[in-house]
């Protein structure tokens, strides 16, 4: 089975605090990416990455950056954070390809839900 | 920016009872997939079907696509208490997928 783990289900931070959320797949997927879930707004994209060291703005980068130094893990940051990030953040990994391959069926981790304070 | 809009919101139904969902979306699509996720948990997926097809089953689900309307259902035959969950319909488009806002299913057994 593939698992894509996430170090953290749950993080209580303090405004301003750098945060670092972490996500490690097993199943030597090129693409990996960053949600975050909101009520009534469901799932948006914040970055995504298709190779190590290649990184993509998803819809809603603002306020957050990404490191891929290695293919089976991909980190978030939050540069200093804020209220309005308290949210939960989903990681999901991907092949990346043509035809079976191709399909971007995404393989999610449990998310961690951050609350910034 | 949001994909698919689904319908309805929430949907509450009794055990053995059908369960319908509709998605539609904006741009063109690759394939579209249905996920669940259960309470506080991450996403499942659970069925795919690519731009050329128009229906698909897998078990109890059943998906339609109607690439002129831009939009698609997940059908949930006899359905059970732990089918309760929420279900979001995502469509691939280079490489990413876009969710719409999910269907929120409850079975009451």
């Known amino acids: 089975d593939v698992k894509v783990t996430q170090s953290s289900r749950y993080l209580v931070k303090r405004t301003g605090e750098k945060v670092f959320l972490e996500c490690v797949q097993d199943?030597?997927?090129?693409?990996m990416f960053w949600y975050r879930q909101d009520p009534g707004l469901g799932l948006r994209l914040i970055y995504f990455s298709y190779d190590v060291k290649m990184k993509e703005k998803g819809d809603i980068p603002e306020g957050y950056s990404v490191s891929r130094e290695k293919k089976e893990r991909f980190s978030l940051i939050l540069e200093s954070a804020s209220t309005n990030q308290t949210s939960m953040y989903l990681c999901?990994?991907?092949?990346w390809g043509t035809g079976a391959r191709g399909t971007n069926i995404q393989y999610f981790g449990a998310g961690t839900r951050l609350s910034v304070l | 920016s949001q994909q698919g809009e689904e319908d309805p919101q929430a949907l509450s139904i009794q055990e053995g009872e059908n369960a319908t969902m509709n998605c539609s979306y904006k741009t063109s699509i690759n394939n579209l997939q249905w996920y669940r996720q259960n309470s506080g948990r991450g996403l499942v997926h659970l069925i795919l079907?690519?731009?050329?097809?128009r229906e698909k089953h897998s078990g109890r689900l059943r998906v339609t696509l109607d690439t002129s309307k831009k939009s698609s259902s997940l059908l949930i035959t006899a359905s059970r208490a732990a089918d309760t969950a929420s279900y979001f319909c995502?469509?691939?488009?280079?490489?990413?997928?876009?969710f719409g806002q999910g269907t929120i299913l409850t079975v009451h057994p």
């Open positions: 999901a990994s991907s092949f």
């Open positions: 995502a469509g691939t488009s280079y490489g990413k997928l876009t």
């Open positions: 199943m030597d997927h090129e693409n």
């Open positions: 079907i690519r731009s050329n097809e």
